[in-house]
């Protein structure tokens, strides 16, 4: 896949995709593509044969436990930001194009490279689209970094391939050695890679908080790996 990103008030993507070639983002995203171009609409929360049939051995339980699973799924993805549904855009006859606008005016679309070896977490509605070869799931933070950090729910992108992620505003990249600490106000990470570890720390004391305008906490992200911040 080829692309283009527009630097206008509002970031536009625009993506040339080989014959049979997919693109796929989330439901609401503003779009455009040329007439080759086919869009199909299904959710993300069904599961593989091998776990149906796993789970189907179980003979009390096993529907039970596929409902279930599909119901965490699901609220997962609403905490996470996602949507429950996403769009995939395939080309259909010979090559064409397809493009989507960023939800920021003024904001930034950022395009990361995706593999085995390469993953990302990214912040609550912070994925835009990605490749069809490019998984999107859930991440739990841990209870502490829910409460007072990032979020519960973070969003993971695995897989391989070229993902777009977006942010309101401007965005700091940052590489970290390994054991090397990044602290940042919370509400910054737009994204890491999945080698770094998230932790919330307290930081600033009471006075701090109450009379600088800064929050008890921060992130405290640990290398290696590599660091977007919205700032």
């Known amino acids: ?24 983002t989330e439901s609401g995203i503003s779009a455009f593509s040329s007439s080759s171009i086919r869009v ?75 593999s085995n070896d390469n993953g990302y977490i990214v912040s609550k509605g912070g994925f835009l689209a990605a490749e069809k070869g ?15 950090g990032e979020g519960l729910f973070l969003q993971k992108i695995s897989g391989n391939g070229v993902a ?21 106000d919370v509400g910054l990470l737009l994204a890491m890679s999945d080698s770094c570890t998230l932790r919330t720390k307290h930081r600033n004391t009471l006075k701090s908080a109450l009379l600088g305008g800064k929050s008890l906490f921060s992130t405290d992200i640990i290398g290696p790996g590599t660091v977007y911040l919205n700032v």
């Open 1 to 24: 896949m080829k692309y283009i990103i527009t630097n206008a008030s509002s970031p536009v993507v625009v993506c040339t995709l080989e014959e049979n070639e997919k693109l796929v």
């Open 40 to 114: 199909f609409t299904s959710s993300d929360v069904r599961f593989s044969r091998n776990f149906i049939k796993k789970t189907a051995a179980k003979k009390c339980f096993g529907h039970l436990d596929i409902f279930f699973a599909r119901i965490i799924k699901i609220l997962g993805r609403l905490l996470s930001g996602g949507a429950l549904f996403h769009n995939t855009y395939v080309s259909q006859k010979g090559e064409g194009t397809v493009s989507f606008s960023s939800n920021y005016i003024g904001g930034t679309v950022l395009p990361l490279s995706v």
């Open 134 to 148: 490019v998984r999107l799931s859930n991440y739990v933070s841990g209870l502490k970094n829910g409460l007072l």
């Open 164 to 184: 777009f992620i977006e942010a309101e505003g401007t965005v700091e990249k940052y590489t970290l050695k390994k054991k090397e600490h990044l602290i940042a």
